[in-house]
């Protein structure tokens, strides 16, 4: 059964930094496609960042310049690393992976972010 566990959520001052991870166990593969997405409220899921297991990140307009995604794959480990947060990051963020051996992604319960201005 494969487990998401995110950390690194909390309540930060506008221009501040904050790192979230995420460790993948469950499973002896590691995963293709390692994500994160966010969800204010009464918005829609969007994604933030993603990096692939071949080592290429990708970023939403938003989040360009000012967030950084990396992983640790003999970990299984994938981190955000979120600097000069503003107060529309608010949000809970998603870890997702994808694990193409299965034909699925998995996705973790979230954590809190809350940027206050």
């Known amino acids: 059964q494969v487990q998401l566990v995110e950390s690194g959520g909390g309540l930060v001052q506008s221009g501040g930094s904050l790192r979230l991870s995420c460790s993948v166990s469950?499973?002896?593969?590691?995963?293709?496609?390692m994500a994160w997405y966010r969800q204010a409220p009464g918005k829609q899921r969007e994604l933030v960042a993603s990096?692939?297991?071949?080592?290429?990140?990708n970023y939403s307009d938003s989040v360009k310049g000012r967030f950084t995604v990396s992983a640790d794959n003999a970990k299984k480990t994938v981190y955000l690393q979120m600097d000069s947060l503003r107060a529309e990051d608010t949000a809970v963020y998603y870890c997702?992976?994808?694990?193409?051996?299965?034909?699925?992604?998995?996705w973790g319960r979230g954590t809190q972010v809350t940027v206050s201005s």
């Open positions: 997702n992976v994808v694990f193409d051996v299965f034909r699925r992604s998995y």
């Open positions: 469950g499973s002896i593969f590691s995963p293709n496609l």
């Open positions: 990096f692939t297991n071949a080592g290429f990140p």
